[in-house]
């Protein structure tokens, strides 16, 4: 079955940390910049960072920068999202999306715009930030 799954979202303490996965199954990613976003409860979907193919390219979302990183590891067919220093406004639903390199998607990833037609979408993990 060809599919994202998400996983590592919980209910943590603001200041928390918490490392998220994003892991493919049914293709590889080799090929796929890969893009997180979240939706909070009542709120449009928005977009959290990206990153390439090859991993050398990235982008945040100004309220995460130097508080989020994105990383991947093709070995494994995943992509993480650690999380430090959280903040209740963090608290959302955690979706990631994948998309060919070769499409016109790379754009939209590169702008974190949550309004495309990405290949692939994940189901989505909670992360809850609250004392």
């Known amino acids: 079955q060809v599919q994202l799954v998400e996983s590592g979202g919980d209910l943590v303490q603001p200041g928390g940390s918490l490392n998220l996965s994003c892991t493919a199954s049914?293709?590889?990613?080799?090929?796929?910049?890969i893009g997180w976003f979240r939706q909070a409860s009542g709120k449009e979907r928005e977009g959290v960072a990206c990153i390439s193919h090859s991993g050398s390219t990235y982008k945040y979302a100004d309220p995460v920068k130097g508080r989020f990183t994105i990383s991947r590891d093709n070995a494994k067919n995943t992509v993480y999202l650690q999380m430090n220093d959280l903040k209740p406004d963090d608290t959302a639903v955690y979706y990631c999306?994948?998309?060919?390199?070769?499409?016109?998607?790379?754009?939209?990833?590169?702008?974190?715009?949550?309004?495309?037609?990405?290949?692939?979408w994940g189901q989505g993990t909670q992360v809850t930030v609250s004392s």
């Open positions: 999306a994948a998309d060919p390199m070769t499409r016109n998607g790379l754009g939209y990833l590169f702008r974190l715009d949550p309004s495309y037609a990405y290949a692939y």
């Open positions: 049914g293709f590889s990613l080799d090929d796929y910049g």
